[in-house]
C-alpha cells in the first residue's frame, strides 16, 4: 500500500501517550534487567500489580533535561527613528533612544529553551537531541536524573533529520542501547521518555501508530515513526524506546493545529540516526551527496500513460549533464526501485537513500527501463552548489503567431527564434493554461516548455500535434519548467 504523506508542526518539545489497556496475567515473566527478552509491563510479585518500573529503572537515567541559553536580536520599533516619539518616550520602549550602530548589543536578549536529550554512549559521553533544541544556542546545560549537571559540548548539529550530538563530561552515566528501527511494526508496544514543559522527567506509553511517515520537506531527510504517545513541548530529544528497552527513535515533532498534543507523535528512527552519527563525529557535520536526478512520484495517472506496472518507486524526470547518474547510465523516464539494496517506494525514499551516503563513497542502484530491471554502481558526489531557478508564470515572450490548443485550456507554440531556451529548440512552448482547465488541473503552466510526449522527443509544433492525436488515454509529457524537468500525465 501506498504510504501516506502528513502535514506536521515542529514543536520545541515531543510527547507521549496514554497507556493502552493492558489484562493482568499472573504468569507474565518478571523483567530481570539481563535477559533480552525482558517485557515492559509484568506482575511485581511483592505488590501484585502490573508495572512498568523494572523497565524504566535501568532506562531513564539516560534520558536528561537540555536547558539552552541563546541571544537573539529583538525586531526594532517602526517608530525607533521618529523624532516626536523618540522625545516623549525616549528609551522607554526597546528601539528608542540613541544607537551607536545596528549591532547595538542593547537590542538583545538572552533567552532560556528547554529540551530533552538521550545518553547513547557512557563511556564516551554522547547525548542524542534535536537539531532545533540546540540551535544557534550560546550555551547548553545537561541535566541527568540523579541532578547532576555538565556544560555540553555539541559535536555536530543535522538539521536534516533534526538530529544533533552532545558530549559531556560526567562519570558513572548510563545509556540506552540502540535497536535496529527497521525490525520495528506497526502496533508495537513503546516507551516515551521526556522533560515535556520542564515539568520534570515523565514517562507515557503507546504504540506504534505507523511507519515511513514524511512531510514531503525538500530540504529534510523523514522517514519518521508515528506514536500515538502524547508529544508536548519540552520533550524534543527524547526517547522512544521499545518493551526491551532499546531506543527505537528520538521524539522530534507532532501534528497539531494548537501545539499541544492530539496523540499524533513523530520521531526519527535510530537507523537513520546512527547513518549519520560517524560523519557527525568525523567532521562535525553530515557530508552529504547527490548522484544528479530529478525525480518524482508516479501518480495514478502516470502509472497509465507510462505502461507501468506499479507506483512503487522514485521516477527520473531529469539527468544532470556529467553526473554519476550519466555516468552509470541512468535515463531520464527510469523508475528507481533499489538504492544499496533498500526498496524505494517514493521520492523520499531515494533522498533519504542518498543522504545517507557519504559522498565519495559508491553504491548499488536498480531501476526499470521498458518493464526490465537493471542494476548498477553509482557514485554519491558533492552537490555542486548551484542556484536554482524557476519559470516565472507572468513572464512575457515573443510568440511565434502560429498557436495549438489543447488537453482542454492549453495553448502551446513553437518555441520562438529569440528565446533560446536551456536545452535547445526542439520541443514546443506553453503560452496560456486557463485556471480551472484539465490542462491547469494536472499541473502545466505558461512558460513551461514540453520536450517530449509518452518519452518521444518532439521538434516542433507539427511534431507535437500528430504524436498526441488520436490518444483517449492519458499521455505523460516531459516538461521543463525553468532548470527543472518534470513528467505530468495529462488526458
Sequence with gaps: MKRKTLLISAVFGTALVAAPAATAQSNWPVFSGKSKSGQAM???????????APLLEKTTPAVVNISVSSTVKLPQTPFADDEFFERFFGDRIPGFGERDNEEDESNERTTQSAGSGVIINAGKGYVLTNHHVVDKADKITVTLKDRRTAEAELIGSDPGIDIALLKIDLNNLTDIPMANSDRTKVGDFVIAIGNPFGIGQTVTSGIVSALDRSTNAPDKYQNFIQTDAAINRGNSGGALINSKGELIGINAAILSRSGGSNGIGFAVPTNMVTGVMDQLIAYGEVRRGRIGVTIQNITPELMTAM??????????????????AEEAGIREGDVIVEFNGKPILDSDDIRNAVGYVERGRNADISYIRDGKKYTTKIKVEKAPEDEVVYADDDEDTDVEPSRYEAFDGATFSDIPANMDPRGGDDGVLITNVKRGSDAFDAGLRKGDIIRAVNNKEIIDLDDFKSKIAGKRKAVALTVQRGRNQIYIAVK
Design 42 to 52: 509484568v506482575v511485581d510479585p511483592s505488590r501484585g500489580v502490573l508495572t512498568m
Design 307 to 324: 505502461g507501468l506496472d506499479s507506483q512503487d518507486g522514485a521516477l527520473v524526470s531529469q539527468v544532470v549533464e556529467d553526473s554519476p
